[in-house]
């Protein structure tokens, strides 16, 4: 179930769909209800922060509920306190900033996200460098893909830099897969690598 089907609710709400999930949305705006309903599997109209109203929605029995509530935080809020008493396991909630993604936690919400700020940082490091595709996971850890640096061109796996490691090559015109140790390096090929931010940006300007 997702509560709030804004831009970033229902966008949610589209890809699980197309990936075969059946998605049950909510939002207290009837335009934004009838706009999701073609999108979606279900969407109803309904005020969210209502802990009765919810269980009968069966939102206490829903294997996983966003709360997609992100620009009014006081709603946000007092729908995950709605949802968390309700019992239910799998809640994820967006954040719009740090104050917010703090009181979530408080509140007891599994999963916060903050996907303005996860874009920012990713799109700055596709800019900043000769990244193709950028994931971070941690401050300590991220995934780049990205075409090996010509230095690197005829050396082995084994050559690359301290702090980086080789997850997976792509040929020209092949499929990515994990590369032997003394797999050498060929104009053409990708790399998807491993390490650190600050690793991965110095890797992606030699």
């Given at each position: 179930?997702?509560?709030?089907?804004?831009?970033?609710?229902?966008?949610?709400?589209?890809e699980?769909?197309?990936?075969?999930?059946?998605?049950?949305?909510?939002?207290?705006?009837?335009?934004?209800?009838?706009?999701?309903?073609?999108?979606?599997?279900h969407?109803?109209?309904?005020?969210?922060?209502?802990?009765?109203a919810?269980?009968?929605?069966?939102?206490?029995?829903?294997?996983?509920?966003?709360?997609?509530?992100?620009?009014?935080?006081?709603?946000?809020?007092?729908?995950?306190?709605?949802?968390?008493?309700?019992?239910?396991?799998?809640?994820?909630?967006?954040?719009?900033?740090?104050?917010?993604?703090?009181?979530l936690?408080?509140?007891?919400?599994?999963?916060?996200?903050?996907?303005?700020?996860?874009?920012?940082?990713?799109?700055?490091?596709?800019?900043?460098?000769?990244?193709?595709?950028?994931?971070?996971?941690e401050?300590?850890?991220?995934?780049?893909k990205?075409?090996?640096?010509?230095?690197?061109?005829?050396?082995?796996?084994?050559?690359?830099?301290?702090?980086?490691?080789?997850?997976?090559?792509?040929?020209?015109?092949?499929?990515?897969?994990?590369?032997?140790?003394?797999?050498?390096?060929?104009?053409?090929?990708?790399?998807?690598?491993?390490?650190?931010?600050?690793?991965?940006?110095?890797?992606?300007?030699?």
């Open positions: 179930m997702i509560i709030g089907l804004g831009r970033f609710g229902l966008a949610l709400g589209e699980l769909v197309n990936a075969g999930v059946e998605v049950l949305g909510i939002d207290r705006d009837e335009a934004t209800v009838t706009k999701a309903s073609s999108l979606i599997t969407a109803v109209i309904s005020e969210t922060t209502s802990a009765e919810l269980r009968q929605l069966g939102v206490d029995d829903a294997e996983r509920v966003v709360i997609g509530i992100g620009s009014d935080m006081g709603a946000s809020l007092l729908t995950a306190s709605a949802v968390m008493d309700l019992g239910v396991k799998n809640v994820w909630a967006k954040a719009d900033n740090d104050q917010h993604a703090k009181i936690t408080q509140i007891g919400v599994h999963h916060v996200v903050r996907p303005e700020r996860d874009t920012g940082r990713r799109v700055a490091h596709l800019i900043a460098g000769h990244l193709q595709d950028y994931v971070e996971f401050s300590d850890f991220a995934l780049a990205l075409a090996p640096p010509i230095s690197l061109h005829g050396k082995t796996v084994k050559d690359f830099p301290q702090g980086i490691t080789v997850v997976a090559i792509r040929p020209a015109g092949g499929r990515f897969s994990t590369p032997q140790p003394d797999y050498r390096i060929q104009s053409g090929d990708l790399v998807i690598v491993a390490g650190t931010a600050q690793a991965l940006d110095e890797f992606s300007e030699r």
